[in-house]
């Protein structure tokens, strides 16, 4: 893929999920009886967002409850939940929740529940359930990202155990301007 959007891993199997918004397809990787990617017993298979209706599939998750993906769509502002193989379980929308523009959605192992990022002009973080129940809202805006795109929810980096939120900002998009190199990471205490 040349327009990877997404990853998710799955620690049960080792395989490896990308979501693609030019593809309109979701990828698994395989890595192998070597558990090492980009070797030669790799192998990939895929499936297609595009036949559900997104148009713009961003992030993707693994949860370790139920051994399922989630994908958010950037086009319909909605969260959809598969098997591993692609098979539709459900979704829900987020834009009722303020997700002007979601790039992220992540498992919150902890709670089971999902976290999702809304970029451009609401910069939050929604908490929901799996099946899209809203729990709480955080405002991000602190960070004054200019494009955030993506986010992990895991251990501070200053070693104490609590859970942060990681945030990525993709600054202004290259296509506009090849020579700007002004992405961005932030770290953010979660509530």
């Given amino acids: 893929t040349d327009e990877p959007t997404g990853v998710a891993w799955n620690p049960i199997n080792g395989h490896f999920f ?3 918004d030019n593809e309109y397809k979701v990828f698994d990787l395989n890595p192998g ?5 980009g070797s030669e017993d790799d192998t990939w298979t895929s499936f297609d967002t595009l036949a559900l209706g997104i ?8 949860d370790t409850w139920h051994n399922q993906l989630f994908l958010i769509d ?6 959809y939940q598969f098997t591993l193989t692609g098979s539709l379980i ?3 929308d987020v834009a009722a929740y303020g997700v002007t523009d979601p790039e992220g959605v992540e498992f919150n192992p902890d709670s089971g529940t999902l976290f999702v990022l809304s970029s451009g002009s609401n910069p939050v973080i929604i908490e929901s359930t799996i099946s899209g129940a809203l729990l709480q809202t955080i405002d991000v805006s602190a960070n ?3 494009a955030p795109a993506g986010m992990v929810y895991a251990p501070a980096s200053d070693g104490s155990g609590i859970m942060n939120f990681y945030i990525v900002d993709r600054g202004v998009d290259n296509n506009i301007d090849p020579n700007i ?3 961005k990471m932030y770290e953010m205490s979660a509530p």
């Fill in 18 to 20: 990308f979501s693609d």
């Fill in 33 to 37: 009886a070597d558990g090492q990617c």
């Fill in 55 to 62: 148009g713009d599939p961003e992030g993707i998750t693994f």
């Fill in 74 to 79: 950037g086009t319909n502002r909605e969260v």
């Fill in 90 to 92: 459900n979704h829900f």
């Fill in 144 to 146: 004054n990202a200019y």
């Fill in 181 to 183: 190199i002004d992405g």
